[in-house]
């Protein structure tokens, strides 16, 4: 187990877009205790989310400026803001090489799937769990333990089966005899557990990158690129 982890979260997109820096350590239980924690709402948060992590490790007394570094930084890699994703992920890969320490992404559903699981496991014969989360307007991320697609909301076709339905855009989702949860996006100390579990090897390997599920919406011009300057 890691002694010191950085989480960064810049995923969250849409009404619910925000950004999240905390710094952990082991409790002795066995979990996890988090010592700091600096968070923001709003799209400048996520993109700014440098200003975060610099407020987390203060008052962690880590960093620049004090004797002990992270030895793991963890980010969300996605479903999400495409702007959140690429500043916290970039931030993320440049503190861990700063620091000398393993970078480690989990997706928002893996953070929460062991939460997932265990509120399926008490509701009994469901068919698992849906992530609902904000894409852009009128679409939706639906993340599943077998991955994540966006879809169009007008498009969309129930699953057969009742679902356990979580996530911030949770509610926009018709899924017929849903069990709607009170989960909509994962805690500090669940991402890091996530990650732990993925240093460790109980989770199977996925590189510290944005999950683009949906293309950029930039465009080339209809003219093509300007030439280079001589």
């Known amino acids: 187990m890691p002694e010191r982890i950085l989480v960064l979260d810049g995923s969250p997109a849409g009404d619910a877009a925000c950004g999240l820096a905390a710094c952990l350590t082991p409790a002795s239980d066995g979990g996890l205790t988090l010592l700091a924690h600096a968070s923001a709402a709003g799209k400048q ?10 407020e987390a490790l203060q008052q962690a007394g880590w960093g620049a400026g004090y004797s002990v570094q992270p030895d793991l930084v963890a980010v969300v890699t ?31 559903g893996e953070a929460l799937r062991s939460d997932l699981e265990a509120e399926c496991a008490r509701h009994g014969e469901l068919a698992g769990w849906l992530l609902v989360t904000a894409a852009r307007r009128g679409r939706v991320f639906v993340e599943r333990a077998d991955g994540v697609q966006a879809v169009a909301l007008a498009d969309w076709s129930p699953l057969p089966g009742r679902w356990l339905v979580a996530g911030d855009a949770a509610a926009t989702l018709p899924v017929e005899g849903a069990v709607i949860s009170g989960l909509t996006q994962p805690t500090a100390i669940q991402i890091a557990a ?21 293309p950029p919406e930039a465009k080339l011009p209809a003219a093509g690129l300007r ?4």
């Not at 702007?83 to 480690?104: E, F, W």
């Not at 996530?194 to 949906?214: H, M, Q, S």
């Not at 030439?227 to 001589?230: D, G, H, K, L, R």
């Open 45 to 54: 948060a996520a993109e700014n989310i440098s200003l975060l992590a610099a």
């Open 78 to 108: 996605g479903p999400g803001s495409f702007t959140g994703l690429r500043a916290s992920c970039a931030m993320a890969a440049g503190y861990a090489i700063g620091a000398g320490c393993p970078l480690v992404g989990v997706t928002r």
């Open 194 to 214: 996530a990650a732990v579990a993925r240093l460790t090897g109980k989770l199977a390997p996925r590189d510290a990158l944005p999950l683009y599920v949906d």
């Open 227 to 230: 030439s280079a300057p001589v």
